[in-house]
């Protein structure tokens, strides 16, 4: 029996809810690992790690902290990605990058595995990781795609607060409690920490995820809709987003309407479709209350889907409910995918 080759990986970010779910992913996955390097910001190196039994020093992250390195997994912000990515390359490593420093570089591709794997052999060091809110639509819609075509995409996003870090979560949390135990509070986070104002998230929705641009849409909603056409390698595709904070912890959730090409297609076709579906799990038993929901999806790297239905006004049109891990599927689960994968096609020399 041929000895299974083993690499040298580096987490960058690894301190970071992503970064921890990414070292989480790896021992869960016994991903074949001869040296692990951690690294972070000069603000979170000295700190101690535990992988798989054993304590790690994490490092700040340093161009020649890549010497020698065959993988690198990025969860440290576009800023970080932008100045270190490139060197990483420089010294050999693939780079697979979490953040939305190179998802619409045309030189890079922007990859998830059950839907462009490929796509993995045209990268020049660099592979993007799309948005977390982007893969789980593309890897129920994909199947849809392969077999009955695809005209048309509109989806409402109700995303959890983990997708804006751990200190949106704690504000979550402690709002929860200051409303509940009537107390003040001042909201200090969400939308978007940068932004001008700040708004509750306890016991309500809000209508923004990132920064508005100049056409209405926010950053997260374009990146929904161009990630789509480019993974999808769909440029003419319909495609429009509104996406929404919920005060949820864990787990996105999507409502999709969608067109496909072919005429005479039925619910059942596509559920028969989506129940064999790679990284699906099919959850539509209405009858039984049967659906996905995000509590039920934490700790899970599949995509859920259920409330399939044909439009009762457009006969090509459905509908149709889809929850993921935004942590695990949408970040830390899809990167270490992405380097399986490279592995599995003989891309890491």
């Not at 309500?204 to 508005?212: L, R, S």
Request: hydrophobic fraction near 40%; aromatic fraction near 6%.
């Amino acid at each position: 029996m041929t000895e299974r080759k083993a690499f040298h990986v580096a987490v960058v970010g690894a301190t970071g809810a992503v970064g921890q779910q990414m070292l989480k992913t790896l021992e869960e996955r016994n991903f074949p690992i001869s040296t692990l390097t951690l690294l972070s910001s000069p603000r979170s190196a000295g700190k101690a790690v535990i992988f798989k039994g054993q304590e790690y020093i994490v490092q700040e992250a340093k161009p020649e902290s890549f010497e020698n390195v065959d993988i690198a997994l990025f969860s440290a912000g576009g800023g970080v990605s932008k100045e270190l990515a490139p060197e990483a390359v420089k010294r050999g490593a693939i780079v697979v990058d979490n953040t939305s420093a190179f998802r619409m570089d045309e030189n890079t591709p922007l990859v998830v595995p059950e839907v462009n794997e490929t796509d993995l052999h045209h990268h020049n060091g660099i592979i993007a990781n799309p948005n977390c809110s982007t893969i789980q639509m593309v890897v129920a819609l994909q199947p849809i795609f392969e077999t009955f075509g695809l005209k048309k995409v509109i989806v409402s996003t109700y995303q959890a607060v983990s997708g804006s870090g751990a200190q949106a979560v704690e504000e979550l949390y402690e709002q929860t409690k200051a409303i509940i135990e009537n107390e003040d509070f001042e909201p200090k986070i969400l939308p978007v920490k940068s932004d001008k104002k700040h708004y509750q998230i306890a016991f309500n929705a809000i209508p923004q995820i990132d920064k508005f641009m100049d056409n209405g849409y926010t950053f997260e909603e374009m990146k929904m809709i161009n990630e789509t056409k480019k993974i999808m390698h769909l440029p003419e595709l319909k495609v429009a987003a509104t996406c929404v904070r919920l005060p949820v912890a864990t787990g996105h959730s999507e409502s999709l309407y969608f067109e496909v090409e072919k005429a005479g297609v039925t619910p059942e076709d596509i559920k028969a479709l989506l129940q064999d579906a790679p990284g699906v799990v099919l959850q539509d038993d209405p009858q039984n209350q049967i659906y996905p929901m995000p509590a039920d999806c934490v700790g899970k790297n599949d995509v859920f889907v259920g409330r399939i239905r044909r439009d009762l006004d457009e006969e090509n049109g459905f509908h149709m409910w889809v929850v993921s891990d935004n942590l695990l599927k949408g970040a830390a689960w899809n990167s270490v995918q992405i380097a399986e994968s490279l592995i599995k096609i003989g891309l890491v020399k």
